[in-house]
């Protein structure tokens, strides 16, 4: 069984992954064919980006609460990356958060087991983590259990529990399982924090906080992570934090008027602390894996069609 679980760390086989049609699905897609891996999109709606069908991507119809079509979507696959998640922008429902994002991670590693895939890469996110932590906060730092208080956020809550669950599975059915927790992911896909960034920036006056550090990381980036860590058997049974450069968010409303991003004539910074940060140490020491500069990937942000929110 060592053996196999070697054999299976790589991308030149087939990846299942869950959530292809989505935002970081797409990214992942990518990175992953860039590297000659055959791609299986295990998705709910096969026909939400037709695009992926001519770039070579095998689309399977599935969904999160059922395992049983999951187990026939991840057939024949080498590893599978478990991705597709319940965002907190539209649905802030405690129930709804932990019945997709938790009940669904159970459904998609009994899945796995019951497909012969070993290989599971998970993606968490660095919302799991629980109460005040020291700043950068490694991976060493508890995640939120059960007994966390009814104000917790639903989605950090779910995405805590979800992954306490996998690493709980992994043990049972000896699963070579890695799981990566990335900060704010933006890029060209998403339609959860750039529309509210770009709507922002357009005002007549855009208004941004000058003393608020709050960590982004361009999903390119999480991608390559993803990737990474498939290629490292370094990476079995180890978390990663995935974000990007520390910087406040005016200084990335600068980069994104330098990039070419439309933001109104005037903008007037304002005074609103807040600090957060995130050791990635581990990632860049183990993987190999570095985020690009902010400047870069915005422009990459604006250069790729189609985008839900406009310049």
Request: hydrophobic share 50%; proline share 8%; net charge positive.
């Given at each position: 069984q060592r053996r196999r679980a070697q054999l299976q760390v790589g991308v030149n086989g087939t990846i299942a992954l869950t959530g292809a049609t989505g935002f970081l699905g797409r990214y992942i897609v990518c990175a992953l064919a860039a590297r000659g891996a055959r791609v299986v999109g295990v998705v709910r709606n096969p026909d939400k980006v037709p695009a992926l069908v001519a770039e070579g991507v095998e689309l399977r119809r599935a969904d999160l609460a059922e395992p049983d079509l999951l187990a026939r979507g991840f057939a024949g696959a080498d590893a599978v990356v478990s991705n597709a998640a319940l965002l907190p922008v539209r649905n802030w429902r405690r129930a709804d958060h932990l019945r997709t994002n938790v009940r669904g991670t159970e459904n998609v590693l009994a899945a796995a087991v019951a497909a012969g895939v070993r290989r599971i890469v998970h993606v968490s996110s660095v919302s799991a983590y629980a109460g005040r932590a020291p700043i950068p906060v490694s991976e060493d730092h508890p995640l939120l259990g059960e007994d966390a208080?009814?104000?917790?956020?639903?989605?950090?809550?779910?995405?805590?529990?979800?992954?306490?669950?996998?690493?709980?599975?992994?043990?049972?059915?000896?699963?070579?399982?890695?799981?990566?927790?990335?900060?704010?992911?933006?890029?060209?896909?998403?339609?959860?924090?750039?529309?509210?960034?770009?709507?922002?920036?357009?005002?007549?006056?855009?208004?941004?906080?000058?003393?608020?550090?709050?960590?982004?990381?361009?999903?390119?980036?999480?991608?390559?992570?993803?990737?990474?860590?498939?290629?490292?058997?370094?990476?079995?049974?180890?978390?990663?934090?995935?974000?990007?450069?520390?910087?406040?968010?005016?200084?990335?409303?600068?980069?994104?008027?330098?990039?070419?991003?439309?933001?109104?004539?005037?903008?007037?910074?304002?005074?609103?602390?807040?600090?957060?940060?995130?050791?990635?140490t581990r990632a860049r020491a183990e993987l190999g894996w570095r985020s690009r500069p902010v400047d870069e990937a915005l422009r990459e942000t604006l250069a790729l069609e189609p985008r839900p929110w406009r310049r």
């Open positions: 208080g009814r104000l917790t956020p639903a989605y950090g809550l779910s995405k805590a529990l979800a992954e306490r669950r996998a690493w709980q599975l992994a043990r049972e059915h000896r699963l070579a399982l890695t799981t990566l927790r990335p900060c704010l992911i933006y890029g060209a896909f998403d339609t959860n924090f750039m529309p509210i960034f770009v709507a922002l920036a357009k005002l007549p006056i855009a208004v941004m906080p000058a003393c608020t550090w709050l960590p982004m990381v361009y999903a390119g980036d999480v991608a390559e992570a993803v990737a990474l860590a498939l290629e490292k058997p370094v990476a079995i049974g180890r978390a990663y934090n995935v974000a990007g450069e520390d910087m406040s968010v005016w200084r990335f409303f600068r980069a994104w008027r330098e990039a070419g991003g439309r933001s109104a004539r005037l903008a007037l910074p304002v005074p609103f602390p807040y600090r957060r940060a995130y050791d990635t």
